[in-house]
């Protein structure tokens, strides 16, 4: 299976590392030139964008799945509006997957959410997720295409964790009564994509989340006791001491549920809450500069 990735990102990347024996061919794009020799010494065919439209047409002639996690903007989907008619043309193509994110539920007051819960995007950034999936799921439709939305929780993983932060002098541990967030593990979110390929089901909609919703601080202070540091002083939540993005994060509050997709494609997360996630990443290194 020929495999095209728009956005050969931290998600893309683990995706496509866990899982290459399964495919014959791997090409995608990036923003970078460093990067793309990078990743070209691994084996990949990386194309530049801006600057390689015609070669990315060609990849896509081949291509039998399509793995699309770059942004959107306030113009809309990049890669739709460059690519639609080169993917409508592609006469391989049988799998497409959209990484977007719960953001699109909104604001819940802690309430469950699933994939029947009406999105509410309450962040402009959310609100233009909602409309590329709307975009995506509508191209899948009219050109009779397999579309597959993914809604991602928190990524976490190498390089991307707790232990990390701690290691660094980076972690907080942020009080803001009654919130909680979703986790993913990034094996978990490849896993997904890799039986979403095996069994597609054309505008499927699913949540990428975690077992348990937790506070964050929480989180920070379980990774402290397996690296046996003392965590960071707890300290209210307060916007203005926080970064826009991460203010924004604070200001929405559920629990996503994941019941669809492990029913649907039989799947069960290796690592199902935060803890499993980061007694693994411990095992393989992890915070090992945390004094």
Known sequence: MNLFAFGLGYTALAFIRGHRARFTGVAGTVRAAGKADAL????????????????VAGDLAAAEAVLVSVPPDASGDPVLARFAE???????LAWIGYLSTIGV????????VDEATPPAPRSPRSRQRLAAEEAWLAFGARTRRPVHV?????????????????????AKRIVKPGQVFNRIHVDDIAAALLASLDRPRAGA?????????APPQDV??????????APPPEQPFDP????PMAASFYGENKRAANALIKRELALSWRYPTYREGLAALLRAGEGGQAA
């Open 150 to 170: 993914f809604r991602l929780a928190g990524i976490y993983g190498p390089g991307r964790n707790a232990l990390k932060n701690l290691a660094e002098g980076r």
């Open 40 to 55: 070209a010494r691994e084996g990949l065919r990386v194309r530049l964008l801006p600057g390689e439209e015609a070669a």
């Open 105 to 112: 539920y909104g604001d819940r007051g802690g309430a469950w």
């Open 205 to 213: 909609v699913y949540n990428l989340a975690d077992d348990e919703p």
């Open 240 to 243: 203005s001491t926080l970064t």
């Open 86 to 92: 080169a993917l409508a043309a592609a006469p391989r």
């Open 220 to 229: 920070v202070a379980h990774a402290a006791r397996l690296l046996g540091v």
